[in-house]
């Protein structure tokens, strides 16, 4: 073979990785993010995230709701700002921001009063609890 005929070869191969790891990588760009009710009173939790889902979502106490994205985290606005209401408050908080969170891929919430806390997964004690903006 050729130097020519080897390195298009070549140059093909390296395209044709390049195109399957770019696919794979389009494939697992899911964001996944969950909002349970923890709030205490057994009380009603509506939650609304306007700039990506137009429709207020009622959780009963101790129930969640689940958004999946495959938009992509935009590097300026992330479209999980959202509205948090139950009787007698309302509050908003970014569920996932792009510049402060590592890992939106899988991110879990529950909802006190308090403020929105971030479960991440490996054991009872991991929780990162905000303060409502």
Not at 18 to 33: C, D, K, R, T, Y
Not at 49 to 67: G, I, K, V
Not at 84 to 101: I, L, V
Request: proline content about 5%; some cysteine; overall charge neutral.
């Amino acid at each position: 073979m050729s130097l020519f005929a080897r390195s298009i070869f070549i140059l093909w191969v390296l395209m044709a990785v390049l195109s399957l790891a770019n696919n794979a990588m389009a494939a697992n760009s899911n964001v996944v993010i969950t909002a349970t009710n923890s709030l205490d009173g057994n009380l009603e939790l509506n939650v609304q995230c306007p700039n990506f889902d137009p429709e207020q979502h009622t959780l009963a106490p101790a129930t969640s709701y689940e958004w999946i994205y495959s938009g992509g985290v935009p590097s300026r606005k992330s479209p999980f700002f959202c509205l948090f209401r139950w009787q007698g408050a309302s509050h908003s908080f970014d569920m996932c921001t792009p510049n402060k969170d590592t890992g939106c891929q899988q991110v879990t919430w529950y909802i006190k009063q308090s403020g929105p806390c971030r479960y991440f997964g490996h054991g009872a004690g991991n929780y990162n609890c905000f303060k409502w903006n």
